[in-house]
């Protein structure tokens, strides 16, 4: 037996494993490159935008709603709406506020005292000291009128002026309006000197209820 010979078969048949690099088979490479389309195809289409209330079955989705035939909007209710989506957060579903944190709406002087103060802290926000009730707080609030109507405003300050304790009128989308003209120019939030530096002004009532929803903003 010519033992070279065989050895010499055995080799070309079972290579030597070698140093070096070596091209990904076109297979290979064609079933990644489909299994990265279509994970990207199903990010764009089911990842939601990647926003965190997507999928939040307790957040309230704003989408087109056909008008009921014959009911008519009720600014309290949308009013409440707005509020949970865009206030309850920081003030709580309650109006009791966040205990050294954020200020009660129940109950509140700045809610049942004159609206045009309460008008003006919504649309420019509050930084700073606070007193209500007795108690100082001492954190922000953001400006709304960048992100809410006049007649989403009116329709939110409404509902808190009327709910819980609350037994104080209405305000309207007009007045809110005038309102905004006379803060257009200003920039920063309101201090408690200048709230109170505000004339007690009583804004006339009767919110508009013909605006629809807007989306939720984080305070």
């Not at 070279?4 to 690099?21: F, I, M, S, V, Y």
């Not at 509050?126 to 109507?149: C, E, I, S």
């Not at 200003?186 to 408690?192: F, G, S, V």
């Amino acid at each position: 037996m010519d033992v070279a010979k065989a050895h010499g078969a055995l080799l070309r048949e079972h290579t030597e494993p070698r140093d070096g690099a070596a091209p990904v088979p076109l297979w290979l490479l064609t079933f990644f490159l489909a299994l990265a389309f279509w994970a990207g195809g199903y990010l764009f289409f089911y990842s939601g935008g990647f926003r965190g209330d997507v999928f939040n079955e307790n957040q309230i989705a704003w989408g087109y709603t056909p008008p009921s035939a014959g009911k008519a909007k009720d600014p309290i209710t949308l009013g409440k709406r707005l509020y949970v989506a865009n206030c309850a957060s920081c003030h709580q579903v309650t109006g009791l506020g966040q205990p050294g944190v954020y200020p009660p709406l129940d109950g509140s002087h700045f809610v049942n005292g004159p609206s045009s103060r309460l008008v003006a802290i919504v649309l420019n926000g509050v930084t700073g000291p606070l007193k209500v009730d007795n108690t100082v707080f001492n954190n922000n609030m953001p400006a709304w009128k960048g992100l809410l109507k006049d007649e989403q405003i009116a329709q939110i300050l409404t509902y808190v002026r009327q709910e819980w304790s609350n037994q104080s009128a209405p305000i309207s989308s007009e007045s809110v309006a005038a309102q905004r003209a006379k803060w257009t120019t200003r920039a920063d939030p309101l201090t408690e000197p200048e709230i109170l530096a505000i004339p007690t002004e009583e804004l006339p009532g009767a919110a508009s209820a013909s605006a629809s929803p807007a989306a939720p903003a984080a305070h």
